[in-house]
């Protein structure tokens, strides 16, 4: 090694991170927004008045409870969290997916998802430098279980991550064969339950009961994703250990307030969730309908995948942008997403301009 200056980023950084684009958001300025899961409806005027009420004196001169105390009970009452399950919260669950990487990083074990998955589990174990192996899901979406379990034996991994319902599919796996992937696998298995507010099933009730079993939430996908707060419910020893690479006062006071506050309504987000999955319901069977949609994927999250005919997607996606509306291109994701677009469940009016739309850009190709 010479004795120069190593001051630039490929000097220091590693190729693989350097290879790995920044995280995109695309610019929805003056676009119907329905690329990123977010709840479509702001809160009630009279919420709103009563939130603001609630973030008065907000001693923000002072640090955060660095326990979240307050936030923690509420957590625990409103989400149904398991007596005997420890809770931590993130900023966002994906600082949860980071600080589970970081500390199994060094363990020279790998991590596991399936794929098509969510893409920040692979991002943040190539940042950490640890080796990371995607397991491709079957054709129709479905886990490929016999796959995983051989790559498990195979790599004896320290974190198999499964999310439940997936992204960027919304297929919700049979409870059953998430259920044989924790019993099989000797590491961790983190469920990740983004979409458990739109899904039929969850794991919670079996947090810190069931030997190796992390469940992961976040409020974002219910209504609240300008807060950023997930939380990773688990045996007590789990989050003893995690807790040690939190940052300190990783939730802000303002995101402690106003996640609690939402929480005490509770009902009123509880409602909008209904509403999403009743538009989900329509959304699937209007795309069905459609020609020109060449498959849809059943969903039991606040998206819709569908596919478009071969080499078509781009254009359609286009096709959606210059008629005002955003949803995601995946196609270039994974092999199997070839020509696959997502979108997000709106407001039943936002979901009519889309389909609309959606229609005239397939017209027009
Ligand atoms: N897990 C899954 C499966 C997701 O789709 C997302 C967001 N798209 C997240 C976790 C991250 O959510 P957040 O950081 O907003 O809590």
């Given at each position: ?159 198999v991550f499964l999310a439940h ?15 044989a992937v924790i019993e099989a ?181």
């Open positions: 090694m010479s004795a120069g200056r190593h001051d630039r980023p490929e000097d220091l950084m590693r190729p693989e991170v350097l290879a790995q684009p920044a995280y995109a958001v695309a610019d929805a300025t003056g676009l119907l927004k329905l690329d990123a899961m977010e709840n479509p409806w702001p809160w009630p005027g009279e919420l709103e008045a009563a939130w603001l009420e609630a973030l008065s004196e907000p001693e923000l001169n002072r640090y955060p409870d660095a326990a979240a105390r307050d936030l923690a009970a509420r957590v625990r009452a409103v989400e149904a969290v398991p007596e005997g399950a420890g809770l931590m919260f993130g900023n966002g669950s994906d600082e949860l997916i980071q600080i589970l990487i970081q500390a199994v990083a060094g363990s020279g074990r790998p991590v596991i998802a399936p794929e098509p998955g969510f893409v920040m589990y692979g991002v943040l174990a190539r940042a950490l430098g640890v080796p990371f192996r995607g397991v491709s899901l079957r054709p129709d979406f479905a886990l490929d279980l016999d796959a995983l379990l051989a790559a498990i034996r195979e790599e004896q991994p320290a974190i319902p997936n992204n960027p599919t919304g297929r919700l796996e049979d409870p059953a064969t998430v259920q696998n000797p590491g961790i298995t983190v469920v990740d339950e983004a979409y458990a507010p739109f899904a039929g099933h969850s794991f919670m009730p079996q947090a810190g009961g069931t030997a190796g079993l992390l469940v992961m939430r976040t409020v974002s996908k219910l209504g609240l994703a300008g807060t950023r707060l997930g939380y990773l419910a688990a045996e007590p020893a789990w989050i003893d250990a995690l807790d040690r690479l939190r940052l300190p006062y990783n939730i802000n006071t303002l995101t402690q307030r106003s996640v609690r506050f939402a929480l005490d309504h509770r009902d009123v987000l509880d409602g909008q969730a209904r509403a999403i999955v009743a538009e989900r319901e329509r959304l699937l069977q209007a795309l069905e309908a459609l020609a020109g949609v060449t498959s849809v994927v059943p969903s039991q999250a606040n998206f819709v995948l569908f596919r478009v005919g071969e080499g078509q997607g781009a254009a359609v996606f286009a096709g959606l942008r210059e008629r005002g509306v955003l949803i995601k291109d995946v196609g270039r994701a994974h092999p199997l997403l070839a020509d696959h677009l997502r979108v997000t469940v709106g407001r039943p009016e936002d979901n009519d301009r889309f389909l609309e739309a959606l229609e005239a850009a397939l017209a027009r190709r």
